[in-house]
């Protein structure tokens, strides 16, 4: 654990959890507009091809 200027560990230690799971959040966010914008060209891709 480090500490970046927290009053206490106990301090720290919620810090590095509640960065954690945003951490998460932003990453499963991320993966989300991916797999959106992967669908969508393959769609278009599909379209294309059988016009």
Known sequence: MVRAGQSSE????IYQHSDDERQREV?????????????????????????
Request: glycine letters at 4%; zero cysteines; charged letters at 25%.
């Open 27 to 51: 990453a499963e966010g991320l993966d989300a507009k991916v797999r959106a914008a992967r669908n969508a060209a393959v769609s278009q891709q599909s379209q294309a091809q059988e016009a």
């Open 10 to 13: 106990k301090a720290a230690l």
